[in-house]
C-alpha cells in the first residue's frame, strides 16, 4: 500500500533517469503530483507528460530529458514565511540559483521562485536540481 505518492513520483522519475530512459510512466497519482510536474515542464526538468484516465484513477507519462539529478520531498512539511525561504534553499539546493523548491500556498503549488515574487508562504514539498 501507498502512503506518499508524491514521493512515489519523484522517486520513479529520479531512477528512470539515472537510468537513461526517455519516458516513464507513473501510477497511481493525484492532482498534487500533476502540479508538481507542470512545475517541473515550466522550469526545463521534464519535456512533456500526458494524463491517462481510467475509471479508478489513472496515471501520467512522463518525457524525460536528463536534467534531473536529484529529487524528493521534504517531511515534515512545516509551514514557512516567505522570507524563510532562504533557509530551505540552502539545507536541500547544492547552490544558489540551481535547482528549486516546490511550494504549496494558499495559492496554489508553484516553485519558491514564484511564491517569493508575490511575496507569500506555506510548506515547502519538494525540491529538484
Do not use: W
Not at 529520479?14 to 497511481?28: C, F, H, M, Q
Not at 528549486?100 to 494558499?106: A, E
Request: aromatic letters at 6%; a positive charge; charged letters at 20%.
Amino acid at each position: 500500500m501507498r502512503q506518499d505518492l508524491l514521493n512515489d513520483a519523484l522517486v520513479a522519475l529520479r531512477n528512470a533517469d539515472d537510468r537513461g530512459k526517455e519516458t516513464v510512466t507513473l501510477s497511481p497519482v493525484s492532482r498534487l503530483v500533476g502540479n508538481v510536474l507542470s512545475i517541473l515542464r515550466e522550469n526545463g526538468f521534464i519535456l512533456d507528460f500526458t494524463y491517462a484516465g481510467n475509471g479508478r484513477g489513472g496515471s501520467y507519462t512522463v518525457k524525460l530529458n536528463r536534467r534531473i539529478n536529484r529529487c524528493g520531498v521534504i517531511r515534515p512539511r512545516s509551514a514557512i514565511s516567505a522570507h524563510g525561504l532562504e533557509r530551505y534553499e540552502s539545507r536541500f539546493l547544492p547552490a544558489q540559483d540551481l535547482g528549486l523548491l516546490i511550494v504549496t500556498t494558499s495559492q496554489g503549488v508553484m516553485s519558491q521562485n514564484r511564491a517569493r515574487e508575490l511575496g507569500i508562504g506555506g510548506k515547502v514539498l519538494a525540491y529538484v536540481y
